[in-house]
């Protein structure tokens, strides 16, 4: 079962738009970000090797459909991280 969003999934996310038709966007799940004090998702909506990143916000997103779900990769251990000042 499902519980969250994971990185390197393929989702298809339909958004509101101000416009009458709403906006489609079907990518793979970079990560999450914040617009100001808004959060948003970045997807990347580019096909092959092209990069292209679309940031929805959160608030605009009226459903996701779940194309392709991957586990998530296990977290590293703290010992593991490199930190660079």
Do not use: C, W
Not at 28 to 42: H, Q
Not at 71 to 84: D, H
């Amino acid at each position: 079962m499902m519980t969250h969003l994971t990185k390197g999934s393929r989702y298809k996310i339909v958004s509101a738009s101000s416009k009458e038709e709403n906006v489609i966007s079907e990518g793979i799940l970079e990560g999450f970000l914040t617009m100001g004090e808004e959060p948003a998702i970045l997807l990347n909506i580019g096909e092959g090797k092209e990069e292209k990143l679309r940031i929805v916000p959160v608030t605009t997103i009226l459903y996701i459909d779940v194309i392709e779900q991957t586990e998530e990769k296990e977290k590293q251990e703290k010992g593991e991280v490199n930190y660079i000042s």
